[in-house]
């Protein structure tokens, strides 16, 4: 079970109970620190990410998750250790609330690697409830994957071993416990891995990692007085909090070189999409969707992320003088201020042309499914039916090509989650990088032409994929709303040769 006293959760319209306790919480308006997107109460904290954000008077600079070291001596073997723990964090300034992280108080450090050597990872549990850690993004075996099968019980560890040879990318890892995954990710355990290959090396692009090159996590949540997490699990839209942390923290300042700069975003929220753009409304390009480098950059003033997806996006500092600013706004929420130091650390030059794709032709499709996403809160279902463990819904085969057809059916005809028009949806794929083909019968957004691994639907919306597995096992596909993920819209399917 989960530490007495993390947080609290709202599930019912009638009783409230703690997660880990039959302790009743306190009224929500005595005791909720926030209750509108972007403003805090005052008796929590001043200046904490209200719609001000006065940046001079938090002075937080922003945490750089660091590299995680590689054990081995062997060049070509990465040998790796995770641990996850308990931790504590001050997220409201001044203010301590129980975390927990990997390696650390919060979320967890930023794994490398390259295509061809042998990877090993040690994960430690040093939870008082079992866990597991998927790697989001990357093509590893099933049974390495990291699902809920791979189960790492209190106090035991887990050491799979794989060999990449993708695309390079910036991927993540997170838990991934059947009815766990929520809580777990909201209490803090997440982290960036970002895989290289030689392609992305010759290309010139801002890489110095921390500098030029910057992870940005986004997240939301929402918090009690005294600075504990407020879980709240919203009956149709998940767990939204109304208070955006960059990395961990709270309105964050970075300084940056007067140069191109390469942001590495990842929307790591429970369950709500963010579109994040600059407060100047300056234009930027994104360079890369879910699994990869695109084909060329997509000139862009902002971009939408569900829960799940990254981008890799290209902004031009260059003519900022030092000490000049610009805000990333997540949401309409001044989330991170990047600050000029004056100097210059690349000399990129914006080009037409990135990555080749192979691009997958539908004259090649030798099977085709559909997959209906429904409801809302726990009452969700994928083809109206939910996650069972012992369960697949199908069998398929390596290099075959398939056409996947997934439709939001919530607040359509017949569907569920009819109140407030239906409810958001975002469809991910474990074990391979697909190809967006179609949404709503056009072709997708440019930014959505690379590779991906997780779509969003809103309600009504259809998006059909192409999808090619190279990797034998037992994989997932499900809703990235954690909170629908949890309550079964999931399920698993088998590969083999």
Same mark, same amino acid.
């Given at each position: 079970?989960?530490?007495?006293?993390?947080?609290?959760?709202? @599930?019912?319209?009638?009783?409230?109970?703690?997660?880990?306790?039959?302790?009743?919480?306190?009224?929500?308006?005595?005791?909720?620190?926030?209750?509108?997107?972007?403003?805090?109460?005052?008796?929590?904290?001043?200046?904490?990410?209200?719609?001000?954000?006065?940046?001079?008077?938090?002075?937080?600079?922003?945490?750089?998750?660091?590299?995680?070291?590689?054990?081995?001596?062997?060049?070509?073997?990465?040998?790796?250790?995770?641990?996850?723990?308990?931790?504590?964090?001050?997220?409201?300034?001044?203010?301590?609330?129980?975390?927990?992280?990997?390696?650390?108080?919060?979320? @967890?450090?930023?794994?490398?690697?390259?295509?061809?050597?042998?990877?090993?990872?040690?994960?430690?549990?040093?939870?008082?409830?079992?866990?597991?850690?998927?790697?989001?993004?990357?093509?590893?075996?099933?049974?390495?994957?990291? @699902?809920?099968?791979?189960?790492?019980?209190?106090?035991?560890?887990?050491?799979?071993?794989?060999?990449?040879?993708?695309?390079?990318?910036?991927?993540?890892?997170?838990?991934?416990?059947?009815?766990?995954?929520?809580?777990?990710?909201?209490?803090?355990?997440?982290?960036?891995?970002?895989?290289?290959?030689?392609?992305?090396?010759?290309?010139?692009?801002?890489?110095?990692?921390?500098?030029?090159?910057?992870?940005?996590?986004?997240?939301?949540?929402?918090?009690?007085?005294?600075?504990?997490?407020?879980?709240?699990?919203?009956?149709?839209?998940?767990?939204?909090?109304?208070?955006?942390?960059?990395?961990?923290?709270?309105?964050?300042?970075?300084?940056?070189?007067?140069?191109?700069?390469?942001?590495?975003?990842?929307?790591?929220?429970?369950?709500?999409?963010?579109?994040?753009?600059?407060?100047?409304?300056?234009?930027?390009?994104?360079?890369?969707?879910?699994?990869?480098?695109?084909?060329?950059?997509?000139?862009?003033?902002?971009?939408?992320?569900?829960?799940?997806?990254?981008?890799?996006?290209?902004?031009?500092?260059?003519?900022?003088?030092?000490?000049?600013?610009?805000?990333?706004?997540?949401?309409?929420?001044?989330?991170?201020?990047?600050?000029?130091?004056?100097?210059?650390?690349?000399?990129?030059?914006?080009?037409?042309?990135?990555?080749?794709?192979?691009?997958?032709?539908?004259?090649?499709?030798?099977?085709?499914?559909?997959?209906?996403?429904?409801?809302?809160?726990?009452?969700?279902?994928?083809?109206?039916?939910?996650?069972?463990?012992?369960?697949?819904?199908?069998?398929?085969?390596?290099?075959?090509?398939?056409?996947?057809?997934?439709?939001?059916?919530?607040?359509?005809? @017949?569907?569920?989650?009819?109140?407030?028009?239906?409810?958001?949806?975002?469809?991910?794929?474990?074990?391979?990088?697909?190809?967006?083909?179609?949404?709503?019968?056009?072709?997708?957004?440019?930014?959505?032409?690379?590779?991906?691994?997780?779509?969003?639907?809103?309600?009504?919306?259809?998006?059909?994929?192409?999808?090619?597995?190279?990797?034998?096992?037992?994989?997932?596909?499900?809703?990235?709303?954690?909170?629908?993920?949890?309550?079964?819209?999931?399920?698993?399917?088998?590969?083999?040769?």
């Amino acid at each position: 079970m989960l530490r007495k006293g993390y947080f609290t959760i709202l @599930g019912s319209l009638i009783l409230v109970l703690t997660l880990t306790s039959c302790n009743i919480i306190p009224s929500q308006s005595e005791n909720i620190a926030t209750n509108e997107q972007g403003k805090v109460d005052n008796n929590v904290t001043e200046d904490v990410n209200d719609t001000e954000n006065k940046y001079e008077n938090s002075a937080i600079s922003l945490p750089i998750p660091p590299i995680l070291e590689d054990t081995n001596p062997d060049p070509t073997v990465a040998e790796y250790t995770l641990t996850a723990d308990y931790g504590t964090t001050e997220i409201i300034k001044g203010i301590s609330t129980d975390t927990l992280g990997y390696n650390g108080n919060i979320l @967890g450090p930023t794994i490398r690697s390259k295509n061809g050597e042998k990877i090993i990872i040690h994960v430690n549990n040093n939870l008082e409830d079992s866990t597991t850690v998927h790697w989001h993004g990357l093509i590893v075996p099933g049974e390495m994957d990291g @699902g809920p099968h791979q189960i790492i019980k209190e106090g035991e560890s887990w050491s799979p071993e794989f060999v990449l040879e993708q695309p390079a990318l910036t991927a993540w890892y997170h838990p991934h416990l059947m009815g766990e995954t929520a809580t777990q990710v909201y209490q803090g355990l997440g982290g960036l891995w970002i895989h290289d290959d030689d392609i992305s090396a010759s290309l010139g692009l801002p890489e110095q990692y921390g500098v030029d090159d910057i992870p940005v996590i986004v997240q939301d949540r929402a918090f009690y007085k005294d600075g504990s997490l407020y879980y709240n699990s919203n009956m149709m839209e998940g767990a939204v909090g109304n208070i955006i942390m960059i990395n961990g923290a709270v309105a964050p300042y970075t300084e940056v070189p007067s140069s191109w700069i390469r942001l590495r975003l990842l929307n790591g929220s429970n369950a709500a999409q963010h579109e994040i753009n600059f407060s100047d409304g300056r234009k930027f390009y994104q360079i890369a969707s879910d699994g990869g480098l695109m084909e060329y950059p997509v000139e862009m003033s902002s971009i939408k992320l569900a829960p799940g997806e990254r981008a890799e996006i290209l902004v031009d500092l260059q003519s900022m003088a030092e000490a000049d600013s610009v805000s990333l706004m997540v949401s309409n929420i001044k989330s991170l201020e990047l600050i000029s130091d004056g100097t210059s650390t690349n000399e990129y030059v914006l080009t037409d042309h990135l990555v080749d794709i192979e691009k997958w032709s539908t004259d090649d499709i030798v099977n085709e499914r559909s997959f209906d996403l429904e409801g809302m809160a726990h009452m969700v279902s994928i083809n109206g039916e939910r996650f069972d463990m012992d369960s697949l819904s199908f069998t398929l085969s390596t290099d075959t090509l398939e056409k996947w057809t997934v439709s939001n059916v919530s607040g359509s005809s @017949g569907g569920m989650g009819m109140m407030g028009g239906g409810t958001e949806h975002s469809f991910h794929v474990h074990g391979l990088q697909f190809q967006v083909i179609s949404r709503d019968g056009t072709l997708p957004p440019e930014g959505e032409r690379g590779w991906k691994d997780t779509v969003f639907l809103k309600p009504g919306e259809t998006v059909e994929i192409l999808v090619k597995f190279t990797l034998e096992g037992i994989f997932m596909y499900h809703c990235h709303n954690l909170e629908h993920e949890d309550a079964g819209m999931m399920g698993q399917f088998q590969v083999v040769e």
